[in-house]
């Protein structure tokens, strides 16, 4: 047998999970990420939970294929970062640092938005397909882009940053990138909540959500009881996402586009709001392009990282 | 010595180019494109010009590394085509067919626009570079993306169609693919066209361009001695442009924008009127994204081609 780990780096735990280079999930636990002192101890924390393993089930080094490291941060194809938000680094060799620390054993490291495409890819809603993006609906938009089964990384690890594509030319508020109109201004849990009170402020029209605090949560669950308004708010955001995916499509010309992120858990209500403006706005050759919610959750980075070693 | 082959189909005839794999340009020559008959003749044609240039330079079948082909039409990752609008095929296996027309020596096939990006990146304008996109602005706008050394293929064969990205949701005319504000409205040297007679449309504005039928070549014209008329359409142009640029590198993240195509022979007069919008609405991680004049010319697709068998 043959084994490969995925090492998923946050900025409070350390994912880690064991899996057969078949895709099988065999172990998965986690260790708090130690950020302070410039998160000098992190990588060295990552290393010794995984030889431990190694040794506590007695993997010999022929049968280690290697191990994937996902960040959340950009990441080049030489598997160095710049600067992190959350982890304390400046520049680190992350790859090579942690081969070293490992003995040798063969290490690939990626952006974490990537990185949980290519475990959607692998194991999750992507399975079978080789030209994937994941959007991920969080606190922000984050993005991943799988061509070919490889990483779409770019020059400076920064390929597949979907949330800010523009998508609102006109825009005033500013988004946390300081550009204006970003895709994340309205397809984020936050954006959405953004454009549900800005449709309250605007008539006196009945609603649920009236006189609450409205969220990406309570938007989709009054959508699910029929809500008109809230119907509104979701048709909103799915144009927003769906058009600036169908843009997306033109240059990428993906298989499946994958929704995770906490808005996703809304479940398949979502997806028509986005497929139907998409539709109306692909090219041609992207009219198939499919719509499918994420399977894997947190364990979509750990799923990724260690197929970067597979490839 | 080794060497290798690129060959560029059109519609009015097939290029051809002799290479080694270092880079030389050695040989160039065409042929007629047989479109007849379902252009069953073209591909034959094409090896039987190949053989003889072989038998001609006293090549050994050992020094050949290959054959690549670049085809006006989407073409998916095991070199196939559905169909093409110039050549007269239906669905064709042009890797396999002219690699059995050939005796068996490797052949690797890819879209024109790809293929073009491809040569650039190897002997033109891109040249050092792995993340390159080219944009060729021509009747239409055409699109290559090259990413990490290799093209963007996309699912069936249609990334990189940048020319059909939206960049006006409100607009009213049809681009030639049936929707609405595509960017090749505004960017091609038809779309700048139209934008120019627009803009004489408007008011009485006093340019050179009036009384004329203005063309891209002409407003270019214009710019260079110094009208005020021209200077605005250039800079409505550069804007679709430019913002539209600014939106694939949030995605595709490359080092180098390669302008080709028709409207590119304006000269570095064009650069600025793209890249200040670019670099206004750019991602932070996008802004060292760099502009620059195709190189190739019509050798690109030649180039570009044989550059396929050394990936």
Same mark, same amino acid.
């Given at each position: 047998?043959?084994?490969?780990?995925?090492?998923?780096?946050?900025?409070?735990?350390?994912?880690?999970?064991?899996?057969?280079?078949?895709?099988?999930?065999?172990?998965?636990?986690?260790?708090?990420?130690?950020?302070?002192?410039?998160?000098?101890?992190?990588?060295?924390? @990552?290393? /010794?939970?995984?030889? #431990?393993?190694?040794? !506590?089930?007695?993997?010999?080094?022929?049968?280690?294929?290697?191990?994937?490291?996902?960040?959340?941060?950009?990441?080049?194809?030489?598997?160095?970062?710049?600067?992190?938000?959350?982890?304390?680094?400046?520049?680190? @060799?992350?790859?090579?640092?942690?081969?070293?620390?490992?003995?040798?054993?063969?290490?690939?490291?990626?952006?974490?938005?990537?990185?949980?495409?290519?475990?959607?890819?692998?194991?999750?809603?992507?399975?079978?397909? #080789?030209?994937?993006?994941?959007?991920?609906?969080?606190?922000?938009?984050?993005?991943?882009?799988?061509?070919?089964?490889?990483?779409?990384?770019?020059?400076?690890?920064?390929?597949? &940053?979907?949330?800010?594509?523009?998508?609102?030319?006109?825009?005033?508020?500013?988004?946390?990138?300081?550009?204006?109109?970003?895709?994340?201004?309205?397809?984020? @849990?936050?954006?959405?909540?953004?454009?549900?009170?800005?449709? *309250?402020?605007?008539?006196?029209? &009945?609603?649920?959500?009236?006189?609450?605090?409205?969220?990406?949560?309570?938007?989709?669950?009054?959508? #699910?009881?029929? /809500?008109?308004?809230?119907? !509104?708010?979701? &048709? !909103?955001?799915?144009?927003?996402?769906?058009?600036?995916?169908?843009?997306?499509?033109?240059?990428?010309?993906?298989?499946?586009?994958?929704?995770?992120?906490?808005?996703?858990?809304?479940?398949?209500?979502?997806?028509?709001?986005?497929?139907?403006?998409?539709?109306?706005?692909?090219?041609?050759?992207? #009219?198939?392009?499919?719509?499918?919610?994420?399977?894997?959750?947190?364990?979509?980075?750990?799923?990724?990282?260690?197929?970067?070693? *597979?490839?």
């Amino acid at each position: 047998m043959r084994y490969c780990f995925g090492v998923d780096i946050g900025g409070t735990t350390v994912k880690m999970g064991l899996f057969s280079t078949e895709g099988d999930i065999l172990d998965k636990w986690e260790i708090p990420t130690r950020t302070e002192n410039e998160g000098e101890a992190i990588l060295p924390d @990552a290393a /010794d939970s995984i030889l #431990k393993k190694i040794e !506590e089930r007695n993997i010999s080094d022929e049968e280690v294929q290697g191990v994937g490291v996902g960040i959340p941060a950009p990441v080049d194809a030489e598997g160095v970062v710049q600067s992190t938000a959350n982890l304390g680094w400046g520049y680190k @060799a992350v790859k090579a640092e942690l081969q070293c620390l490992l003995g040798g054993i063969r290490v690939e490291a990626g952006n974490d938005a990537n990185v949980a495409a290519m475990g959607e890819m692998w194991l999750g809603a992507g399975r079978g397909e #080789k030209n994937v993006v994941m959007v991920t609906l969080g606190t922000g938009v984050g993005g991943g882009i799988v061509i070919d089964g490889s990483m779409l990384v770019g020059e400076t690890g920064a390929g597949g &940053e979907i949330g800010h594509m523009c998508v609102k030319r006109d825009e005033v508020e500013t988004c946390g990138c300081g550009l204006h109109g970003c895709l994340e201004q309205y397809a984020s @849990a936050t954006g959405i909540a953004r454009l549900a009170r800005k449709r *309250l402020e605007a008539d006196d029209a &009945e609603t649920v959500l009236r006189g609450t605090r409205p969220s990406a949560k309570t938007v989709f669950d009054a959508v #699910k009881a029929g /809500d008109i308004v809230a119907i !509104e708010i979701a &048709e !909103e955001f799915g144009v927003y996402l769906g058009e600036a995916m169908a843009n997306l499509a033109v240059i990428v010309n993906p298989a499946v586009i994958v929704i995770g992120g906490g808005v996703s858990k809304a479940g398949e209500v979502l997806l028509p709001f986005i497929e139907k403006p998409f539709k109306k706005r692909a090219f041609f050759a992207d #009219k198939k392009t499919r719509f499918v919610l994420a399977e894997l959750g947190n364990d979509a980075g750990i799923c990724g990282a260690a197929r970067l070693i *597979l490839s």
